[in-house]
């Protein structure tokens, strides 16, 4: 069967922390519906994508990987993780602070749960003025003071607070806490895990009106103590150039923003690519087959790894998307010039 682009149905999840900006930016009509995650390209088995486009229409996304694990995932992915996607990609609107919260890595995920680790990443498309987040800790404190802060309710006053706008970018490994606050719409590339330990919820009932499970002693056994000097990402974003913002053991991630048809020949990481469109609708063709799709704001698609070679030609003058993949590559010190080469190129 001919590969192609997949678009995906829309997965909306509903939580006490979700807003109403999620819908009108994918494009769908409003409701009062609380809604704060939009799992745009998900393997995870309780809430699949369900493809939307082309002869695939109707399948769930992992029945479709078994079908064809290394023309749909690539050779090295599919052998490194067992024919399951390693990604999930969501947009998340914050209308209030969502709890204060750690997951663990993938040796206490498999060892607690059976499951794969959480190391994420987020770039925020729109913050409110004054909006901020959690990300890490601003000092030193003993697992002792964590219980005690945590009991007392003052856990926030020992952590990284930081301002943000459109465009910033947080690196978020496995044991660091964090919280994503109100007033912010992002774009977050994960593991595919569903593991996360609550640490502290502002006492607030669910949607059922009943308080939300805490996970404070696996959130102890998971949690990095260590405190960094800067939390957040930096990088300079050029036009027409595909900018590498995140290059981590679990994910590589590259932002870009083209006013022009803009090549992308990805097909030496050997990986599918999950690209989602944070701003202007673009079309992406792939070149060896002319297989075309049209890819709205809001909307996310997966571009099989064995068709990785195509253009992404913006509509109404410019597109901002991102690009999230497994950068299989070698990384060996005689491939640092031509890896190098591809990244600013490509």
């Known amino acids: 069967m001919q590969l192609y682009p997949f678009l995906f149905e829309p997965n909306l999840h509903s939580v006490i922390w979700g807003g109403n900006?999620?819908?009108?930016y994918k494009g769908l009509d409003s409701t009062d519906e609380p809604i704060g995650e939009s799992w745009e390209v998900s393997a995870v088995?309780?809430?699949?994508?369900?493809?939307?486009?082309?002869?695939?229409?109707?399948?769930?996304?992992i029945s479709a990987i078994n079908e064809q694990p290394d023309a749909i995932l690539g050779k090295k992915v599919n052998e490194k993780y067992n024919?399951?996607?390693?990604?999930?990609?969501?947009?998340?609107?914050?209308?209030?602070?969502?709890?204060?919260?750690?997951?663990?890595?993938?040796?206490?995920?498999?060892?607690?749960?059976?499951?794969?680790?959480?190391?994420?990443?987020?770039?925020?498309?729109?913050?409110?003025?004054?909006?901020?987040?959690?990300?890490?800790?601003?000092?030193?404190?003993?697992?002792?003071?964590?219980?005690?802060?945590?009991?007392?309710?003052?856990?926030?006053e020992v952590l990284a607070d930081h301002q943000v706008k459109a465009g910033d970018v947080f690196y978020l490994p496995a044991g660091r806490v964090h919280a994503i606050c109100g007033g912010i719409l992002l774009a977050e590339v994960q593991q595919s895990s569903d593991v996360t330990y609550r640490i502290f919820d502002y006492n607030r009932p669910g949607l059922d009106g009943k308080p939300r499970e805490l996970h404070t002693e696996l959130a102890a056994k998971a949690l990095d103590y260590h405190v960094i000097d800067n939390y957040r990402t930096e990088y300079v974003e050029t036009p027409n150039n595909a900018i590498q913002i995140i290059d981590s053991p679990y994910f590589s991630v590259r932002i870009m923003e083209v006013s022009k048809s803009f090549h992308r020949d990805l097909r030496k990481y050997d990986s599918f690519i999950i690209t989602m469109c944070i701003e202007g609708?673009?079309?992406?063709?792939?070149r060896g087959t002319g297989e075309e799709i049209l890819l709205k704001q809001g909307n996310s698609t997966l571009i099989p790894a064995a068709i990785a070679n195509y253009d992404v030609i913006p509509l109404n003058g410019k597109t901002r998307i991102l690009d999230a993949f497994i950068d299989n590559m070698d990384r060996s010190i005689t491939s640092k010039v031509t890896r190098f080469l591809h990244i600013t190129q490509k």
Request: include cysteine.
């Open 21 to 24: 900006q999620l819908r009108p």
């Open 45 to 61: 088995p309780t809430s699949t994508s369900i493809i939307a486009n082309g002869t695939l229409k109707g399948k769930d996304l």
């Open 83 to 156: 024919g399951q996607l390693p990604l999930l990609v969501k947009f998340i609107d914050a209308k209030r602070d969502l709890s204060i919260q750690v997951h663990p890595n993938d040796e206490m995920a498999m060892r607690e749960h059976g499951k794969m680790g959480k190391s994420e990443m987020w770039y925020v498309i729109k913050a409110d003025e004054g909006a901020h987040l959690y990300a890490g800790f601003k000092q030193n404190i003993t697992p002792y003071e964590y219980q005690k802060r945590v009991e007392d309710g003052s856990i926030t």
């Open 281 to 286: 609708d673009c079309r992406i063709r792939v």
